[in-house]
């Protein structure tokens, strides 16, 4: 059995990418940024990019693999003693990512858990969710979902163009700021703005559909995740995502608030997947956590992580991550601190096809 404490993560999965960014990651995380193009960690993660697993999965101080140390005691970490159906011993039910996006992403789709089941062989799809830490420059922006139902005829034959324009034209565009919670479900198309920086979970997975991928250095064939863009469409969706649809994914929370509890930093539509609130101590308050596995990213300030009745003790301090194990039990957050814990769902290890 692990020693049951919250694992320090190091910044060892600070990833290269085709984009721009990495500004204001590196800044909370305390490192340098050797690059333009370093704008995305995964966080605890036990997932490797698609066709590249040397990338991706975070490593701890030493060196070894994070997903190791979980599945050599996967019941101490997660409360589960296999994960999800067919996702192995390493399974958190989670993927964390910090994003900072210094120009626009490509349009994309990530597949719903149903499709995933039947072409992919994963239980798990894509759905996402993004909780913006930050932002800058003029009108920081994300686009999700198409603003009217669109003709799958028309869409395939813009894509096929790579009209861009017509894409982003046709799709909701949404200004964001520091406490928005914006939920992107499985089969919508999507793209994150420049200067955006954001928290980012997911169901653990690297599945990706480009519907733009001339704005990367992928190919066409490359963006279909190798079944053919005819099949790959099949998890699309072409219905319009209305304002009514669009208020039930995103919310906002104050970004200075603080109290005794949790805080919500996600809509109500992210709970079969994930969660993710915001844990800032109000004065002498301590923030009370249950237990399970979570991932916690320490955006401001110091505090005091304490279990076993507040008997055990873990500092902590601004730009820190943190891995909590199930094992560690109920614990709770004291001090000015404002901390991100990002959470598989209640529901997890059951993943149902929605």
Same mark, same amino acid.
């Given at each position: 059995?692990?020693?049951?404490?919250?694992?320090?993560?190091?910044?060892?999965?600070?990833?290269?990418?085709?984009?721009l960014?990495?500004e204001r %990651?590196?800044? =909370?995380?305390?490192?340098?940024?050797?690059?333009?193009?370093?704008?995305?960690?995964?966080?605890?993660?036990?997932?490797?990019?698609a066709?590249?697993?040397?990338?991706?999965?975070?490593?701890?101080?030493?060196?070894?693999?994070?997903?190791? =140390? &979980?599945?050599?005691?996967?019941?101490?970490? /997660?409360?589960? #003693?296999?994960g999800?159906?067919?996702?192995?011993?390493? +399974?958190?039910?989670?993927?964390?990512?910090?994003? +900072?996006?210094?120009?626009?992403?490509?349009?994309?789709?990530?597949? $719903?858990?149903?499709?995933?089941?039947?072409h !992919?062989?994963?239980?798990?799809?894509?759905?996402?969710?993004?909780? *913006?830490?930050? $932002?800058?420059?003029?009108?920081?922006?994300?686009w999700?979902?198409f603003?009217?139902? &669109?003709?799958?005829?028309?869409?395939? +034959?813009?894509?096929d163009?790579?009209?861009?324009?017509?894409?982003?034209?046709?799709?909701?565009?949404?200004?964001?700021?520091?406490?928005?919670?914006?939920?992107?479900?499985?089969g919508?198309?999507?793209?994150?703005?420049?200067g955006?920086?954001? *928290?980012? *979970?997911?169901?653990?997975? +690297?599945?990706?559909?480009? =519907?733009?991928?001339?704005? /990367?250095?992928?190919?066409?064939?490359?963006?279909?995740?190798?079944?053919?863009?005819?099949?790959?469409?099949?998890?699309?969706?072409?219905?319009? %995502?209305?304002? $009514?649809?669009?208020?039930?994914?995103?919310?906002?929370?104050?970004?200075?608030?603080?109290?005794?509890?949790?805080?919500?930093? !996600?809509?109500?539509?992210?709970?079969?997947?994930?969660? *993710?609130?915001?844990?800032?101590? #109000?004065?002498?308050?301590?923030?009370?956590?249950?237990?399970?596995?979570?991932?916690?990213?320490?955006?401001?300030?110091?505090?005091?992580?304490?279990? /076993?009745?507040?008997?055990e003790?873990?500092?902590?301090?601004?730009?820190? &991550?943190?891995?909590?194990?199930?094992? %560690?039990?109920?614990?709770? %957050?004291?001090?000015?601190?404002? &901390?991100?814990?990002?959470?598989?769902?209640?529901e997890?290890?059951?993943?149902?096809?929605?």
């Open positions: 059995m692990i020693a049951a404490r919250p694992i320090l993560m190091p910044p060892t999965t600070i990833i290269d990418h085709f984009y960014g990495g %990651l590196a800044a =909370l995380r305390g490192v340098p940024l050797p690059s333009p193009r370093r704008p995305e960690e995964w966080l605890a993660s036990t997932v490797h990019r066709e590249q697993p040397d990338i991706g999965r975070s490593r701890l101080a030493d060196g070894s693999l994070f997903a190791a =140390l &979980v599945e050599s005691d996967p019941r101490s970490w /997660t409360g589960s #003693a296999h999800a159906p067919d996702a192995g011993p390493a +399974d958190t039910g989670i993927l964390v990512k910090l994003l +900072d996006a210094g120009q626009r992403l490509p349009v994309h789709v990530h597949p $719903t858990r149903g499709f995933a089941r039947d !992919l062989h994963s239980c798990y799809g894509k759905t996402e969710a993004w909780y *913006v830490l930050e $932002t800058h420059g003029d009108h920081p922006s994300v999700v979902g603003t009217e139902d &669109v003709d799958p005829a028309v869409l395939a +034959d813009r894509v163009a790579q009209d861009s324009e017509w894409m982003l034209g046709h799709m909701n565009k949404i200004s964001v700021r520091p406490g928005d919670g914006i939920v992107v479900p499985a919508q198309a999507h793209a994150t703005g420049a955006v920086f954001l *928290v980012e *979970v997911q169901e653990p997975t +690297d599945f990706s559909i480009l =519907l733009e991928w001339s704005v /990367t250095t992928a190919s066409r064939e490359e963006s279909h995740l190798g079944l053919g863009f005819e099949r790959a469409f099949g998890t699309v969706s072409h219905r319009a %995502l209305s304002p $009514t649809q669009l208020g039930l994914v995103t919310q906002h929370l104050d970004p200075a608030a603080r109290g005794g509890a949790l805080m919500r930093g !996600l809509s109500e539509a992210a709970d079969p997947f994930f969660r *993710v609130d915001l844990a800032a101590p #109000a004065g002498d308050d301590v923030v009370a956590v249950p237990h399970g596995f979570a991932v916690l990213v320490v955006i401001e300030g110091h505090g005091v992580i304490g279990w /076993t009745g507040g008997v003790l873990q500092p902590i301090d601004r730009g820190e &991550v943190y891995a909590v194990p199930d094992a %560690l039990g109920d614990w709770g %957050l004291s001090g000015p601190a404002r &901390v991100v814990v990002c959470r598989p769902s209640a997890w290890p059951s993943v149902p096809v929605l």
